[in-house]
C-alpha cells in the first residue's frame, strides 16, 4: 500500500517518531527517514497518509535526484513504554498498544528477547489479536518497534501473583499498591476474565456455600492459592475429588474457576501434555489450577505431572544453543475431579502409585447426601443445583478472587497468616507425618474460607469453614488408615505378589517336590496356612519400586517375619537339595495389618 491510495477521511490525527503526538492543527514533519504512526488520516506535502505506521526512507537516482518513499507497515501500533523488572536487570520489553478490527484498543507487553527471533512470531500475535498488517511488511514491523525508546518506565513480571507483599499481578489486572504489568512471550491472558458483578457472583454461586463442606472446599482451594506465599509455603498441594458421573464434582470445580475467570473456560481438562500443564501452572502462580476428568489424563506421565504442579517446577529444557533454558516455577493448588483415583490412573500403564502423589494430590469422596451436595438450598435435586451453578459461573466470574486479595492487602493480614495458620492447625489431628502435611492443607483451605468470612464475600458464618475442613480430612484420614503411605503399598505388593505366583513361582519345601522355574522362593504348610519363604531376590521382584531395607523394615513393624535369627531378619531352611540358604519367612495373613 502506497501514500496515494484512497482510504476514508478522518478529521484528527497524531503522529509519532519517537517524538510525543502531535495534533492535526499542528505543523507536522515527516521524517525524510524513519518512522511515523498517524491514529487518523492524514495529508502531508500534497499526499495523504492514512493511519497506521508508516516507514519513510529516500532513493536516488543515476542522475543523482532524490526521491521520498513512503511504506504503509500495518495499523496505529505505539510503543507507549520500556518494561523491566523491579531490579532494572532483566525482563526489559516494550509496551504495545493498538487498536483492532474491531475498534477494541489493546495491549501487550512484548519481551525484548523477541526482538531478537524470527519476527513471525511477534507478528503472528498481533495478526491473532486483530491489528491490520501488511503481510509483506513483518520484518520492517518488528525493526518499527526495536527502533522505538520511550522515556515512560513500566515494572513487568514474567509470573503472575505476588509482586512483593502489597501487589498482586494477573494477566487482566493488578491489584493492591504500586503498579505493573504481566509479560509473556505469548498474548494468553491464561482465561483469566470478568464478567457480570461481585455481588452476582455472591447471589449465583457463594449463596449455597453453608451447607455444603466439599463446595466449600473448593472455593477454599481457589482462594487459598494467594495465601500460599506470604505463609512462606514453599509447594502447593492437591485435592481430587472422587465419586461417579454427574454428581456435582465438575460443577464445583467450575465454580471454583468462577473465583478468578470463566467457569467453564479458566477451567482445563487433564487431557493434555505434560508440557501444556506445565505451562498452564506457570500461569496460575499463586492461585489455582482446576483440571476436569482425571479418567483422561495420559497414565504414563500423570504421575509426574502431579509432582510438577504441586512442587511448582517444571522441566529443565535446552536452548537451540545446547545452554539451559530457565526453569519455570510457580506455586499454585491443583484442584482435580473424576470417577477413577489417581492410582487407578498411573496402575493403566503399569506404574505403581507413590506415598507422594497421594499426599499431593488427596483423594476426597464426592459422595454426599445429593450427590456432592449436602444442601440444596431449595433446589428440587441435586442435578438441578448443579445446573443452575454451571450456567451462572459463566455470567458472573473473576470478581471474588481480586478482592479477595485487595481485602488481604487492605487488612494488612499478610504478616498475619503464619499465626492465623497455626490457630487452625490445632483443629486438626493427624496420625503421622504424611498426614500432618495433608492436615496443614486442609487448614490452609480452611484459613482462606474464615477470611474471606471475615470479609464479606461469603456467607459462611465464623468458625463453619474450618468445622467443614476438619470433617473432610477426618474422613480422608479414616479412609487412610494408620501408618506412612509406603507401608501399606508395600505390603499390598507382597501379599498381590503371593496372589499371583503364590502357586507357580514358589516350590514346597518338601522332599519329592517338583521345582518351579524362576523361583521367588518356597512354602511350607502350617497349622495356619501357607508360609511363604522368600528368597533375596524374590522378595526384591515382589516390590521392586521400593528399596529392600523399606520393605524389611515395614515387614518387621507388623510382625509379617514370623522367623529370623538373632540380629538378622532372615532365617535359614536345610532344603532336600542339600542347600541351607537365609530366607524371609513372611505370613501372608500379617500382609493385612495395615490398610
Known amino acids: 500500500m502506497n501514500a496515494s491510495e484512497k482510504q476514508p477521511k478522518t478529521r484528527s490525527c497524531a503522529t509519532i517518531n519517537v517524538t510525543p ?19 487518523t488520516e492524514i495529508t502531508y506535502n500534497g499526499q495523504r497518509f492514512y493511519p497506521g505506521v508508516w516507514m519513510h526512507y529516500s ?5 543523482g535526484e532524490e526521491t521520498a518513499r513512503h511504506e504503509w507497515l500495518c495499523g496505529p501500533l505505539h510503543v507507549d513504554a520500556i518494561t523491566r523488572n523491579s531490579t532494572c536487570s532483566e525482563g526489559y520489553g516494550r509496551l504495545l ?8 484498543e489493546l495491549s ?65 489486572e493488578s491489584v493492591g499498591t504500586g503498579d505493573a504489568i504481566f509479560q509473556s512471550e505469548s498474548s494468553s491472558n491464561g482465561e483469566y476474565g470478568k464478567a457480570g458483578t461481585l455481588e452476582g457472583w455472591q447471589q449465583s454461586i457463594s449463596a ?5 463442606p466439599l463446595f466449600q472446599l473448593g472455593i477454599g482451594a481457589s482462594l487459598a492459592g494467594t495465601l500460599l506465599a506470604p505463609l512462606r509455603v514453599y509447594s502447593g498441594c492437591g485435592f481430587h475429588l472422587l465419586w461417579d458421573s454427574s454428581n456435582g464434582k465438575t460443577t464445583i470445580v467450575m465454580c471454583a474457576a468462577s473465583v478468578w475467570g470463566h467457569g467453564n473456560k479458566f477451567m482445563r481438562k487433564w487431557a493434555a501434555s505434560g508440557s ?14 482446576p483440571l476436569d476428568e482425571l479418567g483422561q489424563a495420559n497414565p504414563a506421565i500423570v504421575g509426574e505431572v502431579v509432582y510438577a504442579i504441586v512442587d511448582g517446577v517444571g522441566k529443565q529444557r535446552a536452548e537451540p544453543t545446547g545452554a539451559a533454558r530457565k526453569i519455570r516455577r510457580w506455586l499454585a493448588i491443583l484442584l482435580s475431579s473424576g470417577e477413577i483415583t489417581l492410582e487407578t490412573k498411573m496402575r493403566e500403564a503399569g506404574k505403581p502409585v507413590r506415598a507422594g502423589q497421594e499426599v499431593r ?48 492487602i487492605e487488612h494488612g493480614d499478610t504478616e498475619k497468616l503464619p499465626d492465623l495458620l497455626d490457630t487452625i492447625q490445632k483443629r486438626f489431628h493427624p ?100 508360609i511363604y519363604l522368600f528368597t533375596r531376590g524374590g522378595l526384591q521382584d515382589a516390590t521392586q519400586d521400593f528399596e529392600l531395607t523399606r520393605v524389611l523394615r515395614t515387614l518387621d513393624s507388623v510382625g509379617a517375619i514370623i522367623k529370623k535369627e538373632p540380629g538378622k531378619l532372615q532365617h535359614r531352611k536345610r532344603l532336600p537339595d542339600g542347600s541351607n540358604p537365609g530366607l524371609y519367612w513372611i505370613d501372608p495373613a500379617r500382609l493385612e495389618h495395615v490398610g
Open 97 to 104: 498498544r493498538f487498536t483492532n478490527l474491531d475498534g477494541k
Open 276 to 289: 501444556g500443564l506445565e505451562g498452564l501452572s506457570a500461569l496460575r502462580n499463586d492461585c489455582l489450577v
Open 59 to 63: 532513493t536516488r537516482t543515476e542522475e
Open 431 to 530: 496420625t503421622s507425618s504424611q498426614a500432618a502435611r495433608v492436615a496443614r492443607n486442609f487448614a490452609i483451605l480452611a484459613l482462606a474460607l474464615e477470611l474471606a468470612t471475615t470479609y464479606g464475600l461469603l456467607p459462611l458464618t465464623e468458625g463453619e469453614g474450618t468445622n467443614s475442613m476438619v470433617e473432610l480430612f477426618e474422613s480422608w484420614q479414616a479412609g487412610r488408615g494408620e501408618g506412612p503411605s509406603e507401608d501399606r503399598q508395600i505390603l499390598r505388593a507382597i501379599a498381590d505378589f503371593i496372589d499371583r505366583h503364590g502357586g507357580s513361582r514358589f516350590q514346597s519345601t518338601a522332599v519329592g517336590a517338583e521345582a518351579v522355574r524362576d523361583r521367588a522362593g518356597y512354602w511350607e504348610r502350617t497349622a495356619s496356612g501357607r
Open 208 to 212: 449455597i456455600l453453608p451447607g455444603n
Open 361 to 408: 494430590l488427596v483423594t476426597v469422596s464426592a459422595g454426599r447426601t445429593y450427590g456432592a451436595w449436602d444442601n440444596l438450598h431449595n433446589h428440587l435435586s441435586g442435578q438441578a443445583l448443579s445446573d443452575a451453578r454451571q450456567k451462572a459461573s459463566g455470567v458472573h466470574y473473576g470478581h471474588a478472587g481480586p478482592a479477595f486479595v485487595r481485602r488481604l
Open 21 to 39: 503526538l502531535a495534533p492535526a492543527a499542528t505543523k507536522i514533519a515527516i521524517p525524510k527517514n524513519g518512522y511515523s504512526v498517524h491514529d
Open 108 to 172: 501487550w507487553a512484548l519481551p525484548s528477547e523477541l526482538l531478537a527471533g524470527r519476527p513471525e512470531r511477534i507478528v503472528s500475535t498481533l495478526f491473532n489479536r486483530g491489528l491490520k498488517i501488511d503481510h509483506s511488511q513483518q520484518r520492517e514491523i518488528v525493526s518499527y518497534i526495536a527502533s522505538q525508546h520511550p522515556q515512560s518506565r513500566v515494572i513487568s513480571t514474567a509470573t503472575t501473583g505476588w509482586l512483593g507483599d502489597k501487589l498482586f499481578v494477573t494477566p487482566l
